[in-house]
C-alpha cells in the first residue's frame, strides 16, 4: 500500500476502505509518512468528504493511535457531555455535580483552555488547593463513591488527533467537518464514556458560526458516536451572545454555584437542563425528558447539587468553604463600569469579540504558555433584548490593571442599542441521528 495512491483516490471522491485509513493514520502517527502527505490527504478529504462509514473508520483509527481510558471498574452508565465551545460557557462546572447527585457517574477528563477564558480544569483551579492529578486508580475510586471527579487530560491520549491538528492549523483544512468531528469524537471515545452528549454552538461566538454548518457537524458527531458503539445525541445552541453574565475563571465558578443553588442566569441554567436531562435519560435514570428535568430541579431545590458540587471540590482538595463565602476566590483590585451612552434596548452582542475583550485582561490564554490571571473578566449586566437607560452599566470590568481604555473600546464596538430587540432562541435543535 502505498500513501501516494490513497491521496490519489481521495482527490478523484473515492471511499477510502478501513484498511487504508488505519494505514494513513498509523503511518503518519509513527512517523512513516511525512508531514507533506498527511497535508495532500487533508486537503483531498477537505474538498471531498468522507461518509459515515470513512468518518467512524478515521475516528477510530485515531482512538487507537494511543491509549484509551477503561472505566469499567466505574459501576453505572458513565455519561459524558462535550460544548464545542464558547463565551462564558459554565456549563460543565454545573452539570457535573448535578448529574452526579442522582447517582449519574460523572467520569471527566479536561484540559487547559485556550482563548477568552481558561479550561475547565483552569476554572476549577480559581478554588484554593484545587487539583486534578489524580491517580487512575483514585479517579475511579472517586467516581464510584461520589460519582463525580474531574482528572487531567493524558499525554498519550488521542496522538494522532494531535498531529493531525497541529497540521490542519498550518495548511487551511481545520473546517472540514470530518475532520473536526473526528477530533472531537476521538477524544470522547479514548476517555471511555458509555454515552455521549454534544452541545454544538452556533452564532458569532461560535467555531460554527452558522446554524447549517453547526447542524452538519452535530450530524457527523452523532453518527460517528452511534456508529462505533456509544449512544450519541446533540443540542444545537446559541453563541450569538455569551452563554451566562460571567466572563472569567474565578467569576465563572461563582456563577456556577449560583446556578446550583438556583440562582444562576436564566439561559445558563436552561441550558444545563436541557443538556442534564438528555444525560440522564441516556444513563437510564429516568425514561423520559420531562422526568429527567423534574429530578434535576428537584436537585437544585433541595440543596442535593450543591452538596455534590462541595463533595467534588473537597475530594479534590480544594477550599470547600468558598461555597459559602466566594469572596475567598481570587479578586481583582479593581471593578470599573461600562456604561451605556443611549438609551434604548440592547439590540446585538457580538460574543466572540466580548470573549477577546476579556482576554485583554488576562482572563484567557492567546497563547499556550500563557499564565492566566483567575480574578479578572467581565460581568455583564445586560444580555440581548433588555432595556437600557443612558448611564447603565453594560458590563463591570474586573481587573488588577487600572488602564482598561482598549477593553472598554472594544466593549463598545461590540455591543448594539437599538430602539427594538429581541431575546435569542437559545435551542435551535435537538439531533439524534
Known sequence: MRMVDLISKKRDGHELTTEEISF?????????????????????????????????????????????????AIEGIKVDKHSTGGVGDTTTLVLAPLVASLGIPVAKMSGRGLGHTGGTI?????ISGFHVELTKEKFIDL???????????????TPADKKLYALRD??????????????IMSKKIAAGADAIVLDVKTGAGAFMKTEEDAENLAHAMVQIGNHVGRKTMAIISDMSQPLGFAIGNALEVQEAIDTLKGEGPDDLTELVLTLGSQMVVLAQKASTLEEARTKLQESIKSGKALAKFKDFIKNQGGDVSVVDHPEKLPQAKYKIEVRAKESGFVAKMVADEIGI??????AGRAAKDDVIDLAVGL???KKVGDPVTKGDSLVTIYTNCEDVDAVKTKIYENIFIASEAQKPVLIHKIIIE
Open 122 to 126: 483552569d476554572k476549577l483551579e480559581s
Open 143 to 157: 467516581v464510584n463513591r461520589d460519582k463525580v471527579a474531574v482528572i487531567g487530560q493524558s499525554g498519550n491520549l
Open 379 to 381: 460581568m455583564l449586566r
Open 357 to 362: 475583550a476579556a482576554m485583554l485582561l488576562g
Open 170 to 183: 498550518v495548511t487551511g483544512t481545520v473546517n472540514s467537518i470530518p475532520l473536526i468531528a473526528s477530533s
Open 24 to 72: 494513513f493514520i498509523d503511518g503518519y502517527t509513527n512517523g512513516t509518512i511525512p508531514d507533506y502527505q498527511a497535508s495532500a490527504m487533508a486537503m483531498a478529504i477537505y474538498f471531498k468528504d468522507m461518509n459515515d462509514r470513512e468518518r467512524a473508520d478515521l475516528t477510530r483509527s485515531m482512538v487507537n493511535s494511543g491509549e484509551t481510558i477503561d472505566l469499567s
